[in-house]
């Protein structure tokens, strides 16, 4: 699930998840009375069951068609029911549809919606909610972040973004009320799995067009079609719904309503689990963590498909040379940076895919090797190719722009220091509100910048096309023509082998040139209450709260 994730990356927290359940009420036995005996009050109603958590950062949007993100993927598994979802083992399971069947070429799936399916306010819920939804993302004035990723899979997406084709031509149609018929570029056996992106959730055509820019924040027109329906979204503080009656699934729904706070400042956010005012947490203090994980059995860590790493504008003066980009990734001190933040749970990173994605019975990470990268500092080899560039010690250089989010700012003196220390290239630190700074990224205004993604499905591939010079969230500046076709192929690829050697030397092109410089692959963890039992999280970050079970 692009994910796209936009991830949100900072050194102060552990991107975590959660889940909760409700008390049965035992039914009353009748027993002998005497004659005389007079009628006893009937039982108090059982308080409703609730869930309380909290997440350390805004999401800039809800609207499942234009923004995604971690903490949006969360607030989109408790609202909405794209046609699959998955299980507590990572497994694809049947969503709002029932059942699928895929050609034998792969390339056209055809879904069949539960019988009965509904929006929270009883209206139907048909195939024709998809067809729109996924046709809405691909509409330029949608600005979805993620409509180069519908792209990506569906027959002619691009061609209808650009206006070149009507939407009948599309490869996704409503048959009938309960069939939908997917057409794909190119076989894709990761398609399930990136049909859990926030992306290909239905919208309805009505709500949305009434409200555009504000339907999914105002309860009168965020209908959905998940566990629970939005009642508030208090812009900055936090967001409120209850268990949708109308789910197909709602006997399984066991919390009453749900609440999703947002605290930024770490501290606090662990203070109020500490004291027992919240259920769970999306990440603890860094200052915390070592006696956390000592002490406390609240903590659940577990592995994230994630990475973190700098952009850098490639439109920049001095950054528009490859040879000065490279140097950058040669000098800098993953370890170095870890250490100053106290990082005891991150992992370097050399490279722009994770470890553990596996294709062709092989560890993609381990065939491309480290890029002629390294967890510490190779200076040497970088003052090189600074003065190969023409700019020797950094000299010639303006002062660039560093940008971070504005809880980011320790991040960001440590890379300062490391710039100049190591090229003697001076950076001005510029901290920007967490919901603009991506959106900052896109439109070029910045040099250097902290940036991450987190994998919308478990294949390298999810990783690689970020970086494709149609891709929303590259955010660099970065083309190039040839890590665009070794792409291309790799998709179109009838074999794991042909697939995984295109992507080695698709992301040996982008080491190279360098218009990001990887740092780590975060470990997530989530503190959550004892009394919380039956959630999960996904390595996407992907908490699943719908069959969460709290037992006080």
Excluded at 60 to 73: E, K, L, Y
Excluded at 528 to 543: A, E
Aim: a negative charge; aromatic letters at 10%.
């Amino acid at each position: 699930m692009k994910k796209f994730w936009l991830f949100f990356f900072t050194a102060i927290m552990i991107v975590s998840m959660i889940a909760a359940c409700a008390p049965q009420i035992p039914t009353p036995t009748a027993t002998e009375v005497p004659v005389t005996a007079t009628a006893t009050e009937p039982p108090a109603p059982a308080e409703p069951v609730s869930f309380h958590y909290v997440f350390l950062d805004e999401p800039p949007g809800i609207d499942p068609g234009i923004s995604q993100g971690a903490t949006q993927s969360t607030i989109y598994a408790a609202l909405y029911e794209g046609l699959v979802t998955v299980d507590d083992k990572g497994n694809i399971i049947p969503g709002a549809a029932e059942k699928w069947e895929t050609s034998a070429d792969g390339m056209e799936y055809t879904f069949h919606l539960r019988e009965g399916l509904t929006w929270s306010d009883g209206k139907p819920l048909t195939a024709n909610d998809f067809e729109y939804a996924w046709l809405r993302v691909l509409k330029p004035e949608t600005a979805s972040t993620y409509s180069w990723f519908v792209e990506m899979f569906i027959k002619n997406g691009t061609a209808f973004a650009k206006g070149e084709v009507p939407a009948e031509e599309v490869g996704v149609t409503a048959t009938d009320d309960r069939t939908l018929v997917v057409k794909l570029n190119m076989p894709a056996a990761y398609f399930l799995q990136a049909l859990l992106s926030g992306c290909w959730l239905p919208v309805r055509q009505d709500m949305v067009e009434a409200n555009p820019e504000k339907w999914p924040f105002d309860s009168a027109t965020a209908v959905s079609n998940g566990p629970f329906v939005l009642t508030e979204y208090k812009i900055g503080s936090y967001i409120t719904a209850e268990k949708n009656p109308n789910y197909w699934d709602a006997a399984s729904v066991k919390i009453d309503k749900i609440k999703f706070s947002f605290i930024t400042d770490a501290n606090t956010a662990y203070s109020a689990f500490a004291a027992g005012d919240v259920d769970g947490i999306a990440g603890v203090p860094t200052t915390e963590l070592v006696n956390i994980l000592a002490s406390d059995d609240r903590l659940f860590p577990y592995d994230q498909l994630r990475i973190s790493f700098l952009r850098l504008n490639t439109k920049s003066p001095g950054l528009d040379n490859a040879l000065v980009r490279r140097a950058i990734n040669l000098a800098f001190d993953r370890k170095g940076y870890l250490d100053g933040l106290g990082s005891i749970t991150a992992k370097p990173i050399l490279g722009s895919v994770p470890n553990g994605l596996i294709l062709d019975g092989k560890n993609f990470r381990d065939v491309s090797g480290d890029n002629g990268l390294a967890a510490v500092a190779q200076i040497e080899e970088a003052k090189k190719l600074l003065a190969e560039a023409g700019y020797p010690d950094g000299n010639g250089l303006p002062v660039y722009r560093l940008h971070c989010a504005d809880n980011m700012v320790k991040n960001a003196e440590i890379v300062q220091q490391m710039l100049l220390t190591n090229l003697g290239i001076k950076t001005e630190i510029k901290p920007v509100d967490t919901k603009l700074n991506f959106p900052m990224m896109v439109e070029g205004k910045y040099d250097i910048a902290f940036g991450g993604w987190g994998g919308d499905y478990t294949h390298p591939m999810t990783f690689l096309e970020l970086f494709t010079s149609t891709a929303y969230d590259n955010a660099t500046g970065w083309a190039n023509a040839e890590y665009d076709e070794l792409i291309n192929k790799a998709r179109l690829a009838t074999n794991e082998a042909e697939a995984l050697d295109l992507m080695v030397n698709a992301e040996h092109i982008l080491m190279q040139e360098s218009p990001i410089v990887p740092i780590s692959v975060p470990s997530g963890a989530i503190m959550m209450q004892k009394y919380v039992t039956n959630w999960f999280i996904s390595p996407s970050d992907t908490l699943y709260i719908a069959r969460a079970v709290i037992t006080k």
